[in-house]
């Protein structure tokens, strides 16, 4: 695998299911993000970890919850969701978030239907 | 406070033509860079480049240019001789360098820009 991997690829859940989203980057990158996409918006930055520590939490509700265990694996776990919680979400990885300019890798996102 | 801005909302073109896709950013910080990123319809966003605020020289990569203006904070995108393959959407971003910023450390993203080229 090379890059940055996402998995599943497509998810759908009904609004009391419990699931997790799963990011792994191979870039030996110690930032990783995550980002929604929903449709007619603009990507919103969720959460940020740098070498495993959390440091942007972008007023996200408490139903997603982030999980950094080492610089390669990033999660997203997801409960009692809403409907408008549907969208794209991506992750992506870079060197160290707070090196000058230094650009994010992103993976294939996973796309949430949420029922 | 920082913001970027991307006024074409949809481009359409047919192949060969050539097309530029506008960004203007807004930022207080002296020190700051500039990306473009593409994302096809897979899902991926694709790293296009980079741009230091130091850095004003333009950039030409095959049938890609990139101009990049701070007298108008622009950071234009001009692809030459469209393929349908360039049709994605297209990011541009900023982040600033001085901590403090509101955009230190992550990216702030345009709207978007959705280019269709049409065979």
């Known amino acids: 695998e090379t890059g940055v991997t996402q998995t599943p690829r497509h998810l759908v859940m009904g609004m009391t299911n419990k699931k997790s989203l799963k990011c792994e980057q191979h870039l030996g990158h110690n930032a990783m993000y995550w980002y929604k996409q929903s449709a007619k918006k603009p990507l919103e930055l969720m959460f940020v970890y740098n070498f495993k520590e959390q440091t942007e939490n972008n007023s996200v509700p408490s139903r997603f919850s982030p999980e950094c265990p080492n610089s390669s694996h990033l999660f997203l776990h997801l409960h009692t969701l809403q409907p408008e919680d549907s969208a794209l979400y991506l992750c992506?990885?870079?060197?160290?978030?707070?090196?000058?300019?230094?650009?994010?890798?992103f993976g294939p996102g996973t796309r949430l239907t949420v029922l | 406070a920082q913001k970027v801005t991307q006024a074409q909302t949809e481009i359409s073109v047919v192949e060969k033509e050539d097309v530029t896709l506008d960004c203007v950013y807004e930022?207080?910080?002296?020190?700051?860079?500039l990306f473009w990123y593409k994302q096809p319809p897979s899902g991926e966003l694709v790293f296009l480049i980079r741009?230091?605020?130091?850095?004003?020289q333009n950039e030409i990569s095959g049938r890609y240019s990139w101009n990049f203006q701070k007298s108008t904070s622009s950071f234009n995108f001009t692809i030459t001789a469209s393929q349908v393959v360039d049709s994605a959407v297209y990011f541009c971003?900023?982040?600033?360098?001085?901590?403090?910023?509101?955009?230190?450390?992550?990216?702030?993203f345009g709207q978007g820009t959705i280019l269709t080229v049409h065979p």
């Open positions: 992506a990885s870079s060197q160290d978030q707070l090196a000058g300019g230094n650009e994010q890798f």
């Open positions: 741009r230091n605020s130091f850095d004003e």
């Open positions: 930022t207080r910080d002296t020190t700051y860079y």
């Open positions: 971003a900023l982040s600033e360098a001085h901590a403090g910023g509101t955009s230190y450390g992550k990216l702030t």
